[in-house]
């Protein structure tokens, strides 16, 4: 039986609001959803109900899609991430529909434009947002959760059954404010009024902590890893009951063995790691599945996205928090390892050596910990970097486990993406005097765009024939933001509050964007793919994605910086030595910061060599506009639609599912 409590095979039933891109019905329809609201008055048509009548009319339009994928009965992936960056959902939608224009004429009849609702609402709700000058630092989130929306993008564009689970967190993204007294982060209750959320009160899931409330230690730092733990374990339990009972549900009952051929579950890093034994469990416990077949549907269904190398941000947990707060799921995890340590002593004695940095459980006191991405390499059928060095590093230095694992690829694949992407834009047109200059219009349009808002919310004015030198990064130490905030410290002051709609505008809008982070720690970074897709040129250093766009696009039009990730090492032990020695102008730098005296600080020396090159090159027009149209051809291979395409094809065996 399908979801609807009709038989599979019947025909899908026409949807309430079909799809349809004739403007004068999509316009009534919008004025139905005017009258129908029951936020806003009926007689109100500001741009706040506009907004809100034309995201349900969307909304109500997409249904039909679901059913297909009922009838069809087709293997799903599901994406679970504890983050997920979305940006405009309204823009996304109608984007992916491609029904973009259709809406816009609509939206015109009825004396509204659909580029300014957008806007509106979020200026109206949401105070948004904004950027700095320069130097955007973000504390939280990073390119994890923007991927996962990407993703997601991506698999509604290429027709893919798929789709993701996260939380609901009541408060998502913080604004970040600077005062006098530092950062401060005020809470944004993003929930307020989303169109987009349709609330299932028929799915109700128990999730089975077995230490209900007790364990909350007086440390702060404490309980708030406690509630983290149960976020990710209530991630994944209620999203595999869901599934599960999704896969039940299917047509002409089931058999556990064909699960891993119904359903992919890819994890977004390691936080939703107990997913593992979570799935492990539930079989197991509720419908008496042995172990070995619980395992062989486990390994078969999930696969792993690595995302860091830093030892640091490996994610590990302590055990006696795990064994009070998961005791059935610690003894499934204790078994897995015993397996795991068991097998390499048979197979690979060879390795034994390695076997204290590649078991799962370290218990080392006096803080013996599960390490997740250990049970992930162990568990996961498929494990995949996000850049080529990035897994490269992985199955070299972190998880060598996986050479286990046979045949000459192993485990680890690399996602960095091969083939080009047919790109509208051909090289030859980098040459062609009318088309830089078109290409030199719409650059600069987005340039003035960027510079409006910038003085709608900071007062400053900034000339847009000026270079716009960006760097949109999450502060880390790895990320050398510093580095670069020597330089720029006294030339432009930061205006903040990074997120989607900011890049919208900030990336189109810059020509030169930085990605310096020391060689061999980014595991990919995905900004500097959006900046040099956008025309801008990058300096960077030779580390995660940095390497792979700098070979598509040509070593020529890449601002080479630093050491090279086999370098490292050596330049280290050489500081460790006190051989190092430091540039004085960096000294100088760190003292003239010390001194407090930013204001009248001469900055040049510190990165004239270097800036040298970039403003004649810059001044050089011609040249400059012919090295940002090569950047934006030779980026094809970095658009997730290929992305996804290949996870489709590679790592999750799931097939497109048109809706006619
Ligand atoms: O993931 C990006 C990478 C980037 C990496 C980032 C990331 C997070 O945003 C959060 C947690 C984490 O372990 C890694 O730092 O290099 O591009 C998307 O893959």
Redesign the pocket.
């Known amino acids: 039986m399908a979801e609807n409590g009709k038989s599979s095979t019947e025909k899908v039933p026409a949807a309430a609001h079909p799809l349809t891109e004739n403007p004068t019905e999509i316009a009534t329809d919008i004025n139905y959803h005017v009258k129908l609201n029951t936020h806003f008055s009926p007689f109100k048509f500001e741009p706040e109900q506009a907004f809100f009548a034309t995201a349900e009319s969307v909304r109500n339009s997409m249904g039909g899609h679901f059913l297909y994928f009922v009838r069809d009965n087709p293997k799903h992936t599901y994406y679970f991430s504890m983050e997920f960056l979305q940006g405009r959902a309204l823009t996304n939608a109608i984007g992916n529909l491609g029904i973009e224009n259709a809406y816009a004429e609509a939206l015109n009849k009825l004396g509204h434009e659909l580029e300014e609702i957008v806007e509106q609402v979020i200026n109206s709700s949401k105070k948004p947002v904004l950027v700095l000058n320069c130097i955007i630092l973000m504390t939280g ?5 923007r ?1 996962a929306s990407c993703f997601l993008d991506s698999m509604a564009t290429l027709n893919l059954p798929a789709g993701g689970y996260g939380l609901r967190y009541k408060y998502g993204l913080f604004k970040q404010r600077n005062t006098k007294q530092g950062q401060e982060e005020i809470a944004e209750d993003w929930l307020e009024f989303s169109p987009w959320e349709v609330v299932r009160y028929d799915l109700v899931y128990p999730v089975r902590f077995f230490i209900y409330a007790v364990l909350y230690p007086g440390d702060a730092t404490e309980s708030g890893k406690l509630l983290r733990l149960k976020q990710q374990f209530f991630l994944c339990s209620a999203s595999l009951q869901d599934i599960i009972s999704r896969f039940k549900d299917q047509r002409g009952g089931y058999t556990w063995s064909e699960f891993p051929s119904k359903i992919a579950v890819q994890l977004n ?1 390691t936080h939703p790691t107990l997913a593992i034994p979570e799935l492990m469990c539930l079989p197991m416990e509720d419908e008496g599945l042995g172990w070995d077949e619980a395992w062989d549907v486990t390994t078969r269904t999930i696969a792993y996205t690595n ?2 190398v830093l030892p640091e ?1 490996l994610e590990k947990w302590s055990q006696p928090v795990m064994w009070k707060l998961l005791p059935c799921h610690m003894e499934i995890i204790e078994e897995i390892d015993i397996m795991f340590l068991a097998m390499v002593k048979d197979t690979r004695p060879d390795l034994e050596y390695k076997l204290p940095s590649m078991c799962i459980l370290d218990h080392n006191p006096p803080k013996p910990v599960v390490r997740m991405a250990n049970l992930c390499v162990v568990s996961a059928h498929t494990v995949n970097g ?1 850049a080529q060095l990035h897994s490269y590093t992985l199955k070299a230095e972190l998880f060598v486990v996986t050479s286990l694992y046979g045949p000459p690829s192993s485990k680890i694949r690399l996602t960095a993406l091969l083939g080009g992407f047919g790109f509208a834009i051909q090289s030859s047109f980098a040459d062609d005097a009318n088309f830089q200059d078109e290409w030199a219009s719409a650059k600069m349009a987005s340039k003035r765009r960027l510079a409006s808002n910038i003085s709608c919310v900071t007062g400053e004015s900034i000339d847009p024939n000026s270079l716009y030198d960006i760097q949109v990064k ?1 502060i880390h130490e790895y990320k050398r933001q510093l580095l670069n905030i020597l330089g720029a410290i006294d030339r432009w002051y930061l205006f903040q509050n990074y997120n989607v709609s900011v890049a919208e505008m900030l990336i189109p809008g810059s020509e030169l964007s930085q990605h310096i982070s020391t060689a061999g720690m ?5 900004s500097n793919m959006k900046f040099a897709l956008n025309g801008c040129l990058i300096i960077g250093t030779l580390d ?1 994605a940095n390497v792979e766009i700098r070979e598509e696009i040509g070593e020529e039009i890449f601002f080479l910086f630093g050491a090279r990730a086999d370098e490292v090492p050596r330049l280290r032990k050489y500081q460790e030595n006190r051989l190092f020695e430091p540039d004085p102008r960096f000294e100088e730098a760190k003292q003239y910061i010390r001194s407090g005296a930013f204001g009248s600080y001469d900055y040049k020396p510190l990165l004239d060599s270097l800036e040298d090159v970039i403003y004649r090159y810059f001044r050089d027009r011609k040249r400059w506009l012919k090295m940002s149209i090569l950047s934006t051809v030779g980026c094809g291979k970095f658009i997730s639609d290929q992305t996804i395409a290949q996870y489709a094809k590679e790592i999750w065996n799931i097939q497109e599912c048109r809706v006619p």
């Open positions: 989130n990073g390119g994890l959760g991927i890093d995302h860091t941000a996000v999450r980014e595991a990919s970074g995905t995660g």
